[in-house]
């Protein structure tokens, strides 16, 4: 089922795998009609993740990457959406010479084609993959994902049996009596059987590590050894999945199912990535969604940098239209997240005026870089009518890319992707990126108002990343640390690799912590 750790529990294979010296990469599975992940409300779906070429992509990519140390294509997040406008597409063209186009053979062969792209893509930029791992999501018996699991099904008997293996995440929930229930794991199992699966390795999630004696009832009733059984409980770091699958023997038992020589885990990584705090900052974040799991790259880029700086980062969500504005004085840090339409704009705006007068670090991205420009307008150049065009009426200092004029698609549409970025010397972006041009994923449909550039230039705000004109970030000086981007670095954080303005707002925030 959903909210399982599917996601996770994937990424942590793929890991230990990678630990073992072998190439990994990953495609994800989502059994909707939507083409892609860009027109859902991330309020009911979870972020919206960017790829580098510009994919609009479940967040499960995001950790695959984060995990991996990759950057995935398109090509790696499958929908039912992408497969029958392919099918839909070939038929029209006449691909399938007069035959009727049918859910098997047509839609699962192209499934299976699609996976086999995704392999055969391997890792982007970087080569060919040994392992693929294919994530379905949805849950077993759903009628959605049954054209999927058959494809999976077919693929399974066409390639050679130590070519694959079928690793089935269930739920091991505890009773009233502390004892923990094996039953939805037996339905589960027989349900993949009905569809002529047979699960070879069964990851079982819960509160509680799963101990040997219901391992013992899981391998009788399941029908698997019992070192097929792996324990999957909740950590208090995702970070610490992939260790403690490895302990449970998960890498010998995926080696085995595989045919892979043995090789011995290098667990650097692990290293890399355990927690050793000396101080703790406390950040704020102001949002209009009240689900965490929308800014999941954002957490994890807070914690990145957390970890390059040995600071535990602790995040309060704030609700954008509800907050109390004494609150924000209690924050080492605020941060104001990307998003889309007007509603909490006003609260958003608000608090970056609260943090820009009282000296309090500021982290803006995306609409948070262009809100910051709307209350600079407002508040230091007196503009009260300043705004951005996506919010209605009044000067829009902020305007619509004139790429989007007139655009009546939403999907796929937006700025999306890699694009460069030109630092200009001296500037606090110089200093925390060191180096002239990089690269950061972009999604946003609205730029800074080319007209008022020099206007904002003059009352002193700071353009310090710009592309063509087109302004990618902006700081305020004389503060400890106001730096807003256009682009989303938080796509790019990798928990051995933090991204660099989140590392130094992370350090901004200790600063300020130490002056109070
Ligand atoms: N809504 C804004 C735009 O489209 C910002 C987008 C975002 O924050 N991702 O430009």
Request: aromatic share 6%.
């Amino acid at each position: 089922m959903s909210g399982l750790g599917k996601g996770i529990t994937a990424a942590s294979i793929g890991r230990i795998l990678k630990n073992r010296g072998y190439a990994v990469t990953a495609v994800k599975i989502d059994p909707y009609l939507n083409i892609d992940a860009g027109t859902m409300n991330p309020g009911q779906h979870g972020e919206v993740f960017v790829l580098s070429d510009g994919g609009e992509v479940d967040l499960d990519l995001g950790n695959y990457e984060r995990f991996l140390d990759i950057d995935l294509s398109s090509l790696h997040n499958i929908t039912t959406g992408k497969i029958y406008r392919s099918v839909i597409e070939k038929e029209r063209r006449g691909d399938y010479l007069g035959e009727t186009v049918q859910i098997i053979p047509h839609i699962t062969d192209e499934i299976k084609a699609c996976i086999r792209a995704a392999a055969c893509d391997g890792i982007p930029g970087e080569g060919p993959a040994d392992i693929c791992l294919v994530e379905v999501g949805g849950t077993v018996g759903d009628i959605e994902s049954m054209p999927f699991l058959e494809a999976v099904r077919q693929m399974r008997g066409e390639l050679p049996e130590e070519d694959t293996v079928l690793i089935h995440v269930t739920l091991i929930p505890e009773d009233s009596m502390g004892d923990l229930k094996t039953k939805p794991t037996q339905h589960s199992v027989k349900a993949l059987r009905e569809l002529g699966l047979y699960a070879d390795i069964i990851v079982g999630r819960g509160q509680r590590p799963v101990g040997p004696g219901t391992k013992r009832k899981i391998s009788a009733f399941c029908d698997l050894p019992q070192e097929g059984v792996i324990s999957a409980a909740t950590v208090p770091d995702i970070y610490q999945v992939p260790m403690e699958m490895e302990r449970e023997g998960a890498a010998d038992v995926l080696s085995e199912h595989l045919n892979l020589s043995p090789r011995e885990a290098d667990t650097r990584w692990y290293t890399l990535v355990e927690r050793e705090y000396r101080g703790q900052v406390r950040v704020g974040i102001v949002s209009k969604y009240g689900v965490e799991d929308v800014y999941m790259s954002i957490k994890e880029a807070l914690k990145h940098a957390g970890r390059a700086s040995a600071t535990e980062v602790k995040i309060t969500w704030l609700d954008a239209e509800h907050y109390a504005e004494a609150d924000l004085g209690t924050f080492d840090g605020i941060l104001i997240p990307g998003g889309f339409g007007q509603r909490g704009t006003e609260g958003k705006i608000n608090a970056i005026r609260y943090a820009r007068t009282n000296r309090i670090p500021l982290l803006g991205l995306c609409l948070g870089f262009q809100l910051a420009v709307v209350e600079y307008a407002r508040n230091v150049l007196g503009w009260k009518d300043a705004t951005s065009a996506e919010m209605g009426e009044g000067r829009h200092v902020i305007a619509i890319l004139p790429e989007q004029q007139g655009l009546s698609d939403l999907g796929g549409t937006m700025r999306l992707g890699n694009y460069p970025v030109t630092i200009e010397n001296g500037t606090r972006a110089m200093r925390i990126y060191g180096k002239r041009e990089i690269i950061e994923r972009h999604r946003h449909r609205y730029e800074v108002n080319p007209v008022f550039i020099p206007d904002l230039e003059k009352a002193g705000l700071v353009f310090s990343g710009s592309w063509n004109n087109r302004m990618e970030i902006c700081e305020v000086t004389d503060h400890p640390f106001f730096l807003a981007t256009q682009f989303h670095p938080e796509f790019r954080s990798r928990p051995t690799r933090p991204s660099p303005p989140f590392l130094g707002f992370v350090e901004a925030c200790s600063a300020c912590r130490d002056g109070r």
